[in-house]
């Protein structure tokens, strides 16, 4: 399953990832992960869920977007949730097109492996495709 949140900048998207990762650890009986660009989110998301920053990875568009989850996927089939904060920033691309190939990828990653998604996007709803209308 994929889970789009949308909305504009200050919107309060971040704060629900936290929210929902931090919800999570406490759910989950596999391992949950959050997915993020630079380091802001070490001291408000729950130390039993594992961070990565992808600053740290050559992560810089959506096929290596995916192919780091699903070489996180391979090395740990623990995972049961992962959580990608502020999807345009990580990838550098406001691309809609791409955005909703990552979109059904990632669906169908998710349906073939039982791993849920969720993805925050900055922009606003109104702005949403009918494809990334399917995820929210």
Known sequence: ??????????TGKT???IDLVNAAVQEEKGSVVCIAKGDKLKFDVAH?????????YS???????LGFVAGMHAGNYDISKVFI???YRIVDSKDASDAEKFLLDLDAFAAKHSVDFVVALSEEEIQATEVMKKYL
């Open 1 to 10: 399953m994929v889970k789009l949140i949308m909305g504009g900048a200050g």
């Open 15 to 17: 704060k629900t990832i």
């Open 85 to 87: 904060d502020a999807l």
């Open 59 to 65: 992560v810089d568009s959506y096929p290596s977007l």
């Open 48 to 56: 039993d869920a594992r961070l990565i920053n992808v600053s740290d």
